[in-house]
């Protein structure tokens, strides 16, 4: 099976440098890396046609971000101090509510107006580590139908119920770990003011 990146992921690591970026697409910044030979780019432009059909590219970031963006919401909402919080103040989880579906209509239109650098970036990343050859391979599987079909079935990989599952608990973990953290922060900071009033 061809690897391919989690493309929400990539997307959501990657938006807010790719929506930093100045210039055309794939024009080399100060510093930048070198560009890879033409005709790997080409190619390597046609499996990401081929992964994402540019027509279909701002339906598929939706159907990906709206899964993990709930995810990340029951996972919060699962950690004991926010979750009681929530449970016990309907005036606290209306503003959490709201948060959070400010917070996933930033994350969709960051990763939307991203896209074209983000689709390029990965063409660059393909080019340097596939030749024309396997380019033209990994465009050829993905013309057939089990490459079509597992193209678009890794799309909704993150609304998989092992997945959903796996992700709630994690954030949920690391809200009680932040929490922790973030207390033993406190506790140290009032340490070095008292001390520094003495």
């Known amino acids: 099976m061809i690897a391919r990146p989690s ?14 970026q100045t210039g055309a697409p794939g024009a080399p910044g ?4 070198a560009a890879p030979e033409p005709a790997r780019l080409a190619a390597a432009r046609r499996v990401l046609d081929r992964l994402m059909p540019p027509t279909t590219r701002a339906a598929t970031v939706s159907a990906m971000v709206a899964p993990m ?3 990340m919401r029951e996972g919060m909402a699962r950690s004991p101090q926010l979750g009681a919080m929530l449970r ?7 503003v959490f509510e709201r948060f ?9 239109t960051l990763i939307r107006d991203s896209m ?8 660059r990343a393909y080019a340097r580590r596939f030749d024309v050859t396997q380019l033209g391979e990994i465009e050829r599987f993905f013309a057939t139908p089990t490459g079509a079909a597992y193209a678009q079935a890794s799309m909704s990989v993150m609304s998989d119920p092992d ?15 932040a929490q922790a953290s973030t207390g033993d922060l406190a506790k140290e900071i009032a340490a070095v003011q008292a001390e520094a009033r003495q």
């Open 7 to 20: 493309l929400l992921a990539a997307l959501a690591l990657a938006a807010a440098p790719a929506a930093a």
């Open 30 to 33: 100060p510093g930048a890396i």
């Open 69 to 71: 963006m709930a995810n």
């Open 88 to 94: 016990e103040n309907a005036k606290m989880k209306a």
């Open 100 to 108: 959070m579906d400010a917070q996933e209509q930033r994350s969709l």
């Open 116 to 123: 074209p650098g983000m689709v390029e970036a990965m063409a």
């Open 163 to 177: 997945v959903a599952a796996f992700q709630r608990q994690m954030m949920a973990d690391a809200m009680r770990q």
